[in-house]
Nanobody
């Protein structure tokens, strides 16, 4: 059974930084993907960053390129999202997700992911 548990959210001022963590258990797809999504009140859940489990590729939403970095520590079964230069519009619930396989080009598509964590709240004040 796959379990994803996010942590590291909080409240920061604009320009600040946070690092989110996702503890992964029960997921071992060698060609799978891990990703971070976020959802602001009244808006749809959107893909922020993805990483292939073998570490061969990453992808970012245009809105976070150059500011966010996704990484993983396979020894700790943990996926991270380093967020720098945070903006008010980065506010939302951040979710970790996992998928066993994904069609090329769709690694930030919500419907491609089967496993989800409960989320961690990020609030950025302007």
């Amino acid at each position: 059974q796959v379990h994803l548990v996010e942590s590291g959210g909080g409240s920061v001022q604009a320009g600040g930084s946070l690092r989110l963590s996702c503890a992964v258990s029960g997921f071992s797809a060698s060609r799978g993907f891990m990703a971070w999504f976020r959802q602001a009140p009244g808006r749809e859940r959107e893909g922020v960053a993805s990483i292939r489990v073998d570490g061969s590729s990453t992808r970012y939403a245009d809105s976070v390129k150059g500011r966010f970095t996704i990484s993983q520590d396979n020894a700790k079964n943990t996926v991270y999202l380093e967020m720098n230069s945070l903006k008010f519009e980065d506010t939302g619930m951040y979710y970790c997700a996992a998928a066993s396989s994904i069609l090329s080009g769709f690694t930030l598509a919500r419907e491609q992911y089967s496993y989800w964590g409960q989320g961690t709240q990020v609030t950025v004040s302007s």
